[in-house]
């Protein structure tokens, strides 16, 4: 006979207090494992990351590092992107739009691509300022966080923000 457990959607309808920031590279002869070396970097590799659309929750404050333990689900929106083209120059980056209001919610952004850092640090500020005047909110503040490399076998790069 099967054991039936039953599901809480409690945590799924709690809203995260934190979100954390971070963005990494990683390289391998293996695709998968330059990613997992990007998430290493970038401060995610030991969670079960699930990925989410970009709005920040109503006065969330931002962390340096995630405080839940290994193994958890973790809520992320990132931006990550692969590649084997030898010497071609790959960026990612994620921005977070704090609102002035902090019953209001925020929004995050991200990009990734053929791109160098400062090209995907512009492209998410400036999307960030974008989605935030489409919902009349004023912004306190705009974090970004963005990474650059060149590539070598698979090289991966990841920018994301959690929520937690």
Not at 57 to 68: C, D, H, I, K
Not at 85 to 98: N, P, W, Y
Not at 127 to 148: G, S
Not at 149 to 156: K, M
Request: include cysteine; glycine fraction near 6%; aromatic fraction near 8%.
């Amino acid at each position: 006979m099967q054991e039936v457990r039953q599901f809480s959607a409690t945590a799924l309808t709690q809203l995260a207090r934190y979100c954390t920031a971070g963005a990494g590279v990683g390289v391998s002869a293996f695709e998968l494992v330059s990613f997992d070396r990007a998430l290493r970097q970038a401060g995610f590799a030991d969670y079960n990351l699930l990925r989410v659309s970009s709005i920040l929750p109503a006065g969330v404050q931002l962390r340096p590092t995630v405080e839940v333990p290994k193994g958890s689900l973790l809520p992320i929106a990132y931006g990550v992107f692969s590649s084997d083209e030898d010497g071609r120059t790959i960026a990612a980056a994620v921005s977070l739009a704090f609102p002035t209001d902090p019953n209001s919610v925020g929004v995050i952004m991200e990009a990734e691509g053929y791109m160098t850092e400062r090209e995907a640090h512009e492209m998410v500020a400036a999307m960030a300022e974008e989605a935030m005047e489409d919902r009349n909110l004023k912004i306190a503040r705009v974090e970004v966080v963005a990474v650059e490399a060149q590539v070598d076998l698979y090289t991966t790069v990841f920018a994301g923000v959690a929520l937690w």
